[in-house]
């Protein structure tokens, strides 16, 4: 079912934090915010656990989620003249673009220390190896 509010969020914290950075103040209606959220948090959860609602989520799962929600806004923007693009710099596409694929890094940085850490989890038991003399 697609988010129809805020209270739908699981990992980014609010709406208000969406784009995580960018054009002040923001001009995404509160249903693009709330499909880019969807998206983007479906897609955490496809790349992290296997598309499962993920426990114990954190700030860098928030991070993550809403890095791939701003992504997905900015690259709607399709013309420099569009309300979303032209208060970057200079407006241009390629401004945009870069905006863009700088939040896509941010995502995918982030998702792997997530998944780093997750697997550092382990057994809780430490591994120690020693040279043989």
Not at 80 to 89: G, H, L, M, Q, Y
């Amino acid at each position: 079912m697609p988010y129809q509010d805020e209270s739908d969020l699981k990992y980014i914290d609010e709406l208000a934090d969406i784009p995580l950075t960018g054009p002040e103040p923001d001009s995404w209606t509160t249903d693009d915010k709330l499909e880019a959220a969807e998206s983007a948090e479906e897609k955490l959860e496809a790349d992290v656990y296997d598309g499962r609602k993920i426990p114990g989520a954190g700030a860098l799962h928030a991070t993550a989620a809403n890095a791939w929600a701003s992504y997905l806004l900015v690259v709607g923007a399709e013309h420099p003249k569009d309300a979303t693009s032209e208060v970057f710099a200079g407006g241009s596409g390629e401004d945009v673009m870069e905006f863009a694929h700088e939040l896509k890094n941010i995502y995918h940085e982030t998702k792997g220390s997530i998944q780093v850490s997750d697997a550092d989890e382990g057994t809780g038991t430490a591994r120690v190896s020693s040279v043989d003399f």
